[in-house]
């Protein structure tokens, strides 16, 4: 099947207006019999279920958690991006728009991050109106902050839990349709695979995972929103039970999968502390506004440090290597996330790490405490304030600004980031990666619609901070409700569609066998234990940087694991109760999966760009020497797989992608 | 450091409960107590038992999710944070630790440790929420400016995450610090004030219904709540809803 994106005609900043003004739309007296199920409900499916339901149509949502409000986009702490330009510093709908292609290595389509720089604007007014928390400054205007990437201060904050309160903006309103009857909200319910009638997405399995009932549910659209496949390398900052499970069950009833080794490593996370460890915190991007990262910049001071020999604050100022700053004077410590977490890993495997495993680089606020000391000292008429008083009135303000990350970060460690400064290293964060969708958030099976981080589609090879969430509402609140409309309005004399149907019997067969040979293969090892095995291969060999060689042994060591796997998985407990380990190994079998062709992907795709970064593809000389080189002439489309069973042998299909409003160029941050 | 666990496990909600004691060995400090969790667990798989069920999702003391009473004290023997974020650093060697679920009326046991907390969800649908469609076509989000005292407070409120921890802790089982933060951050806002009459009286209606106990002032709930939600927001609801009572 060839790759249609469905891009609508004409010039770029009118397609999407052009497009509302043509599409077919659905009375409201007919939404009532038009049935639309909803799996995940973070910001994307939140949002776009609220809105749904809003709009008339009947949604059924379904979340693993306990609420819709415990889905991960809650974690989200530094902000979302808009382009209202309140501080009149350039920023305007085009920038975002470039910034945001720029910022994903040119990897993306033009169409849809054009849309939704149109639509960033309006998701603050909504938000506002929904009575969200957003900071603000002494006039009572909403405040702003900075991201990595870019050169407007357009980001959108309520304090360090941004996400946390977009998603009960949008919980709330799907509170209101829940009480209205509009939603029908599936809590604790896992989405186990979807059913197709005459090749449209007519319906879904699920598990309810109190009681191990296997349920049919039915509806005239499918919409995926569950979130990244991160968890693929058993640690990141995902929470414990993202999955990438929804997605992958519909790559294998024909959704193509886009651009699996697109994956974000975040430079600002907590380093691992041990084996043990179950998962890796993020502190936030933000926190680069004011903290400046450095390592050592003689080795006799790392080492010292790695021994504990030293504190960091016993390093004298010009003994500092401010690597970021050094690199790239324009950007300095607000580079984009796949620049930074590069850079951070080139100095410790230099061997100039800052803890005992040698992978970890400061992240220091003490500049920052003393600027704004200074500036509050005089803002409070302080005359010839003491180092004491600077400290105090500095350090208040930073905690008013990261007081929670600092908590949290304290809690952690057990060190006082005030006092000393915090040691992070990279971790895996969000894909960039997912499934396939055209421009009406349509997969390449009729009536399947994915949203927010669990599609591929407008971040390209690397996101740019802060725009996760915008991404995610902007599908959900703005997008998606159109789009599917022009879909649905040929459903309203379908009526509704029956689930005691071949299609569901076949479906529901299909997962009964996968639980019931978990449950009787009573193997020797438990399912973390191959979740493990099969994170540090994707680590090790598909992480931050990646050779051929590798590669391609990590494929083939991948398909052994998932093969010892099905022999030798141990999952306790029966089909019908609450049964945790059996939810996992579901998830597990399917990153064990997924993980195979995120490496096939990797292989094929012979450049650096962006998050992808390949050893063999880097400049060699002149003023970028050493950077990551990308390579358009071949390499300029997304790769949208299609499912053949072995994830080897996976067929590649290509969409071609054109640049005609922005001008390739290398994205330089010197 | 090597530990003795005595832990409340219940086949379903309908099994009679009884605590269970572990032991597990060579625990980091280092290791969160979920991780601490997850040793036992996996040792119970290995040897072919049944591992202990617990609530547990982003393990970063945000999304709510994580519920264990431990010790005698909601999310165990530390400030400010929930049970993701113990560390093991706050016990010591030859320690024995209890861990129940959170007990209250309203939130029924599922399994082992993991509870019900719908009734914060029921709550949360009779008005917590301003009714405004998602349409987009509201004002622009600047031409209402909120003082920052108010939008801070507002965000203090709204910084809860729903745990239940508040209603664990209190002798009562009251919700009304959940409910008092929900209230209080619409109430706060010039957004919230069209509704603010119906949401409280719907609110706490819920509340009762649900079979809450009532506030008797005591404050435990404050002291146990991991994101340090004042009383206050108590005090605010009770106001908010006498004004709607009496007009």
């Given at each position: ?670 | ?30 290791m969160s107590f979920l991780e601490m969790m997850d040793v036992l667990n996996e040792q119970l798989v290995n040897s072919g038992e049944d591992p202990v069920a617990f609530d547990h999702d982003c393990r970063e003391g945000i999304c709510g999710m994580c519920s264990m009473y431990i010790n005698g004290e909601a999310h165990g023997p530390d400030r400010g944070i929930t049970t ?164």
């Amino acid at each position: 099947m060839a790759l249609d994106s469905k891009v609508p005609k004409g010039p770029i900043k009118d397609k999407w207006t052009d497009y509302k003004n043509h599409i077919d739309l659905v009375n409201p007296a007919n939404k009532r019999h038009i049935d639309v199920i909803v799996v995940g409900t973070g910001l994307a499916g939140g949002s776009a279920a609220a809105t749904l339901a809003e709009l008339g149509y009947n949604v059924k949502a379904f979340a693993y958690q306990d609420s819709p409000r415990r889905a991960h986009s809650i974690a989200a702490q530094g902000g979302i991006n808009a382009a209202k330009n309140y501080q009149g510093d350039g920023d305007s709908t085009y920038r975002l728009f470039y910034d945001t292609v720029k910022g994903g290595d040119y990897r993306s389509r033009e169409a849809n991050v054009h849309r939704l720089a149109e639509v960033s604007a309006n998701i603050i007014d909504q938000c506002v109106a929904q009575g969200v928390p957003f900071a603000r400054d002494y006039g009572g205007l909403l405040d702003n902050r900075s991201f990595g990437g870019v050169l407007v201060s357009r980001t959108f904050y309520a304090k360090g839990q941004t996400g946390q309160q977009l998603l009960l903006g949008a919980y709330s309103a799907m509170n209101r349709q829940i009480a209205r009857g509009k939603i029908e909200m599936f809590n604790r319910h896992e989405m186990l695979d979807v059913v197709k009638v005459d090749g449209k997405a007519r319906g879904i399995i699920a598990r309810n995972l109190i009681t191990g009932e296997i349920e049919r549910h039915s509806a005239h659209a499918v919409v995926i929103a569950s979130g990244g496949y991160g968890n693929v390398y058993f640690l990141s900052t995902n929470a414990m039970g993202s999955n990438a499970t929804a997605a992958w069950k519909i790559h294998k009833k024909g959704a193509y999968f886009a651009n699996p080794c697109f994956t974000q490593i975040h430079p600002t996370c907590i380093p691992r502390s041990g084996d043990y460890q179950s998962k890796l915190t993020l502190m936030s991007e933000s926190l680069r506004n004011d903290g400046r990262i450095w390592v050592p910049a003689n080795m006799e001071d790392a080492k010292a440090i790695q021994e504990r020999k030293l504190k960091p604050t016993e390093i004298a100022e010009e003994d500092r290597d401010y690597f970021l700053e050094r690199r790239y004077p324009a950007f300095g410590n607000l580079v984009p996330r796949d620049v930074a977490s590069r850079a951070a890993k080139e100095r410790c495997d230099a061997g100039f790490g800052v803890n005992a495993t040698g992978e970890a680089v400061f992240l220091d606020f003490a500049s920052a405490i003393e600027r704004y000391g200074k500036t509050q000292a005089k803002v409070q008429n302080i005359n010839n304030p003491s180092a004491e008083k600077i400290y105090e009135l500095g350090q208040a303000i930073v905690e008013e600004k990261y007081g929670n990350l600092f908590q949290m970060y304290e809690k952690i460690v057990d060190e006082n980031p005030y006092e000393t400064p915090m040691m992070i290293y990279p971790a895996t964060h969000y894909t960039m990666g997912g499934v396939w969708v055209d421009y009406n958030l349509m997969t390449t099976v009729e009536g399947l619609y994915c949203i927010g981080e669990a599609n591929f589609s407008d971040h390209g090879a690397n996101r740019l901070g802060a725009s996760a969430l915008m991404q995610g509402l902007a599908d959900g609140y703005f997008v998606l409700p159109y789009t599917i409309g022009d879909y649905l309005s040929d459903d309203i004399r379908t009526g509704k569609i029956p689930t005691d149907t071949k299609e569901f019997d076949e479906a529901e067969k299909e997962v009964k066998e996968r639980i019931e040979f978990f449950i009787n293969n009573k193997g020797t090892k438990s399912v973390d234990h191959f979740h493990k095995r099969l994170g540090k291969v994707m680590w090790d060999k598909v992480g931050m940087a990646r050779n051929e060689k590798g590669l391609k042994e990590a494929m083939a060591e991948i398909k052994a694991i998932r093969e010892e796997f099905w022999k030798e998985v141990n999952v306790p407990g029966s089909a019908n109760e609450m049964n945790p380990e059996l939810e996992k190994a579901g998830r597990v079998a399917d990153f064990l999966e997924l993980g195979e062709l995120f490496a096939k992907d990797a292989l094929v795709r012979e450049e650096s760009c962006g998050g992808h970064f390949r050893e063999e593809s880097v400049e060699l000389d002149g003023p970028q020497k050493g950077e990551a080189k990308r390579n358009d002439k071949d390499f300029a489309f997304v790769s949208a797989w299609e499912y053949k069973g072995e994830p080897a042998d996976a067929v590649l299909h290509k969409e071609e992608l054109e640049f005609k409003d922005i001008e390739l160029k290398q994205r330089s941050y010197k | 450091m090597n530990l003795t666990l005595k832990i409340w496990r219940q086949k379903d909600s309908n099994a009679k409960g009884q605590m269970v004691d572990y032991k597990v060995t060579d625990i980091s400090e280092h290791m969160s107590f979920l991780e601490m969790m997850d040793v036992l667990n996996e040792q119970l798989v290995n040897s072919g038992e049944d591992p202990v069920a617990f609530d547990h999702d982003c393990r970063e003391g945000i999304c709510g999710m994580c519920s264990m009473y431990i010790n005698g004290e909601a999310h165990g023997p530390d400030r400010g944070i929930t049970t993701c974020q113990l560390h093991m650093r706050m016990f010591n060697d030859g320690d024995t630790i209890t861990i129940e679920p959170f007990r209250a009326a309203a939130f029924p046991v599922i399994k082992d440790l993991v509870v019900d907390r719908m009734a914060f969800e029921r709550i949360q649908q009779a008005g917590g929420y301003i009714s405004v469609n998602t349409s987009g076509n509201t004002q622009d989000a600047n031409s209402l400016p909120i003082s920052k005292h108010a939008a801070d407070e507002a965000m203090d409120a709204a910084t809860c995450i729903g745990c239940g921890a508040c209603v664990a802790t209190c002798k009562n089982s009251s919700a009304m610090l959940f409910v008092g933060a929900k209230v209080s951050q619409y109430a706060l806002l010039p957004q919230g004030q069209v509704e603010a009459a119906d949401r409280v009286k719907n609110m706490v209606a819920q509340m009762d219904l649900e079979g809450f106990g009532n506030c008797t002032n005591t404050g435990a709930c404050e002291i146990e709540c991991p994101k340090g939600i004042s009383l206050d927001n108590i005090a605010r609801m009770n106001r908010e809803l006498m004004k709607a009572n009496i007009s």
